[in-house]
């Protein structure tokens, strides 16, 4: 089974800092107090023109000349976050609200770092100070929205950036990082809505095409997404998420190749890319690629060996090399991570099927539907067709009858269900389930 997975990128700037830190700064001349601010200076001119790197070397320089400087440790802080290094960053804003306990736009920007390292309700923690120190802060709803949307609490998410938008109407980040919350709810036209607003204020908002793709590819409508995404990636070429969510565009719309050189710029852009193997690997098992798909689903667990649907993925390539007991091993992984997850049990009791476990089979494929797996005739089919080899015909007609109650038009339902009557020796209800299943185009 092939699980295409859509990445969603929250914006969340950073905040201008104050003009001075009121600290003591007795043991400091007041020649390196001036000379240190002047580089602070320096430091956010750097940081405004995107020269990272630059400013965080300002600001270090600031530091040396005065280790009493506030500012100096955010804005090296929140270019250490701009640069991807968040414990650094978090190292230095640490230190500016010891010198500045009062700093706002410190707890915001650390706030900040605990986001990208995943820790949401950290940030949230620091999202809650800067917004008790300033609760005019825009960006410190917005930003809060956007931690509480990663912990799909969608509703509070939504209230932190109708507040933003109260505080700020032209907030284009709180209406892109809104328009995730509503995408995530499955609200697609108020995303949409968001999303336009964004780019309206902001028509090189880059992240909001991508976001705007998503719900286009959301809604099925793939093209739409393709041309959002095109959009993206003319904007910031290295957006390795805007590559990969492309790439699961086309190869929905059957288009491989493209797909193909998208999932491989994502994994250039981003070596580490754990969804962009799974996916390539998910295509070239459609391609019937099985020895490539292996070797992308192995770097997947590689770099994440608590992937379930990559062991999941991995069972299935094997299975269709009909190694089926390293595909037993890769689907008893997949559901050790994840006990409930319907479709390894499925593919497991298929695996046990090929090597005539009927016992194990049927156990598995019990389990897939207690799971509610959501393709539930064709597993009751499955469990039929255990029951049958081992001669329960009763017991394979009740499954055969249940995957019809659901699926009417289940050929091969119809079919093997017609191979049990004929072997209880009922030709009239074998013949009939026989014509029904040639009727739906059965031709096995």
Known sequence: MTALLVAISLLSMSVAFAADDGNPQNSVAETDIALSNQKVDEADKLYDSGNYGDAVQSASEAIALNPQNA???????????????????????????????????????????????KQYERAIAEYDKAIELDPNDAMAYSNRGGAYNELEQYERAIQDLDKALELDPNYAAAYNNRGNSYNDLKQYAQAITDYDKALELDPNYAAAYNNRGNTHFNLGQHERAI???????????????????????????????????????????????????NNRGNLYDDLKQYERAIDDYDRAIALDPNDAMAHYNRGNAYDDLKQYERAIDDYDKAVELDPNFAAAYNNRGNAYYSLKQYERAIDDYTKSIEFNNPLLAMVYRNRGNAYFDLGQYERAIQDYDKALEIDPSYAAAYNNRGKCYEALGDAAKAQADFDKAKALGYNG
């Not at 059957?254 to 962009?276: E, F, G, H």
């Open 227 to 277: 041309a959002d995404y095109d959009k993206a990636i003319a904007l910031d070429p290295n957006d390795a998420m805007a590559h990969y969510n492309r790439g699961n565009a086309y190869n929905y719309l059957k288009q491989y190749a493209q797909a193909i050189t998208d999932y491989d710029k994502a994994i250039a852009l981003n070596p580490n890319y754990v969804a962009a193997y």
């Open 71 to 117: 500012n100096a440790y955010f804005r090296r802080g929140t270019a250490y976050n701009e640069l991807g290094q968040h414990e650094q960053a978090i190292a230095d804003l640490d230190k500016a609200i010891e010198l500045k306990p009062d700093y706002a736009a410190a707890y915001n920007n650390r706030g900040f770092a605990y986001y990208h390292l």
